[in-house]
RNA sequence: GGCGGCGUACCCAAGUGGACUAAGGGGACGGAUUGCAAAUCCGUUAUUCAUCGGUUCGAAUCCGAUCGCCGCCUCCA
């Protein structure tokens, strides 16, 4: 069965057929790092993860590249209206006192972080465009040498008339852009939708560096073309990132690139959809109603006019979030809600129990094969959720086989199954939800296992506790149960023994 | 003004011409089980897919109109 995926560039599913199989080259635009990570850069790259997964999982040699921008760059059309026109970066290094590079390392580690909680695995690199100067340098030359880009006063523009393809991403043409343009055009500009690929730096620019138009600093588009040939050797099987970006960021890389290498730069252009809130209204800075990761992971929005904005009841488990986004699809949209969040963590707990509950009863399971109809089953879920995955990486489907397994692992442990039989659900559960969902992980058995000194603890809380029940002292049995309640702990009455985990 | 998308149960959300009563999760309700709970299991919860027309043997899926919502066109995952 061959695996199909939505290229932007055709608006069809295609069969996907890498340049050079086994291989496969992926770049997804990275985050630009003057801020904590919010749930936008959450649903962006736990998509681009579970993609990344399942192409490794169907054998492919992936080398996945995400890039991260340290340059906040100042758009070239704002140019005139000083407080707009400000470098974010730089900006946010002011506010905060600090050199640009601090803030920027400051916040690529946060990132790092609210990415590992999210259990995204690490791209194979992450180029900073600080760090490509001179490659950038190189092909805004060879931009200017084919007589794709004019400079003007220490700035290069290209010229998107020279590159006949400009808007085949998009859908655009730049005749019918020019008429609703809303923005002041610069007049440095021969045509209002040429952009910059260098800019000149004014004498107090902080983040400049020398070139051959004099100082200044690359242009937004710039890094993605360089960092992405450099580190995947040639033209890319799948570039991906947000839906906001496929015009103009997207429709200038391929114009840059393609106009100086010829060929195609990207086989295939996946993009994700935007995360909304409170019934579809737009998650953005200026609308004050984003939540950043760390906010939702501690339950506590600082700002009192977001706080305003956002409604959340309390903290939700980073894998809690991987839940909610996963059970859409990557190209739909998604509301946030403190219900969906709320719906989300139940599913997680009702599928993190069923693991812990096979692990659990693996070590005291009769030993034998899997029954044939646990095999029969767990082969059925496996085709399914590869015929899911296969469309399009339709995450939603594969979740369902997901709980599809949950009711098998349930009946499994509650009737006694075989060892063969309980190895065979964990493994399915390790396979396609842990090793491609990312979903289903060692740390979920930690957690409702604990640690050894609690464990021993609790063997004698649970006696004690059945002593009085035997007493029918049911006081002290409620007692004890509500307490370990209110410690985060919750004890499970079963007929074979009473079980605990955390709450 | 230009380009694009969406509207499926109480909530989230798959499905995008025909296999079966339109996946799955949450919630609610009923039953089994239980000292009581929790968990688990079984069952119920959309004759219907924004509205109105049309194409078709057949439409949630295609076409048209209408209403509502959203994204991009300016930095943005």
């Known amino acids: 069965m061959s695996l199909k995926v939505y ?50 999982h169907s054998g492919y040699d992936v080398s996945y590249i995400q890039n991260i921008t340290d340059v906040g760059h100042l758009t070239e059309d704002t140019e005139g209206m000083a407080d707009e026109g400000e470098d974010k970066i730089v900006r946010e290094a002011r506010r905060r006192r600090l050199h640009p590079m601090a803030v ?159 060929g195609t730069f990207a086989k295939y252009w996946l993009h994700n959809n935007m995360v909304t809130i409170h019934g579809g209204q737009k998650m953005g800075k200026s609308l004050n109603n984003y939540v950043s990761l760390k906010e939702l992971f501690s339950g506590q929005i600082d700002d009192p006019q977001r706080k305003a904005n956002v409604s959340l009841s309390k903290p939700y488990d980073p894998m809690v979030v991987r839940q909610l986004l996963l059970v859409s699809h990557y190209r739909s949209p998604i509301d946030l809600s403190d219900e969906a969040l709320q719906a989300a963590e139940s599913g997680y707990h009702k599928l993190r129990d069923a693991v812990a509950a096979v692990r659990g009863a693996m070590g005291s399971a009769r030993p034998g094969e899997a029954d044939a109809g646990v095999a029969e089953k767990a082969k059925d879920i496996e085709a399914r959720f590869a015929e899911a995955m296969n469309d399009d990486f339709n995450t939603a489907i594969a979740m369902a086989t997901m709980f599809d397994l949950v009711k098998v692992a349930n009946a499994a442990v509650e009737s006694g199954a075989t060892q063969g039989a309980l190895s065979l659900i964990d493994e399915t559960f390790r396979v396609l939800g842990g090793d491609v969902l990312g979903i289903v992980t060692d740390r979920m058995t930690e957690a409702a296992d604990g640690g050894e000194t609690l464990d021993g603890v609790m063997r004698l809380v649970i006696e004690l506790r059945a002593d009085a029940r035997r007493n029918k002292d049911f006081a002290a049995a409620d007692r004890i149960r509500d307490g370990l309640t209110d410690a985060g702990i919750v004890l499970e009455d079963r007929p074979d023994g009473t079980v605990w985990k955390r709450s």
């Not at 194979?124 to 880009?149: N, Y």
């Open 7 to 56: 290229n932007t560039l055709s608006r069809t599913k295609e069969e996907f057929v890498p340049i050079h199989p086994p291989r496969v080259g992926m770049y997804v635009c990275g985050p630009t790092v003057y801020g904590h990570a919010h749930l936008g850069h959450a649903k962006s790259y736990v998509s681009f993860d579970v993609i990344l997964r399942w192409l490794r």
């Open 104 to 262: 920027t390392e400051m916040y690529a580690r946060s990132y790092f972080d609210d990415m590992d909680a999210l259990n995204i695995l690490r791209p194979d690199i992450s180029p900073r465009a600080t760090g490509h100067i001179t490659e950038q340098i190189e092909l805004v030359t060879k931009m200017l040498e084919s007589g794709h880009a004019y400079e003007v006063n220490g700035s290069v523009y290209f010229d998107v008339h020279s590159f006949k393809g400009y808007g085949k991403l998009s859908g655009r043409s730049v005749d019918e852009m020019e008429a609703g343009a809303r923005v002041e055009v610069s007049q440095e500009k021969r045509h209002p939708s040429d952009f910059a690929v260098w800019k000149k730096a004014e004498a107090g620019h902080i983040m400049q560096w020398p070139s051959p138009w004099g100082p200044g600093y690359p242009g937004w588009h710039l890094e993605c073309s360089v960092m992405s040939t450099k580190y995947c050797g040639g033209p890319l099987d799948i570039h991906g990132g947000g839906i906001e970006n496929q015009f103009p960021h997207h429709e200038c890389e391929i114009a840059q690139w393609e106009a100086v290498h010829g």
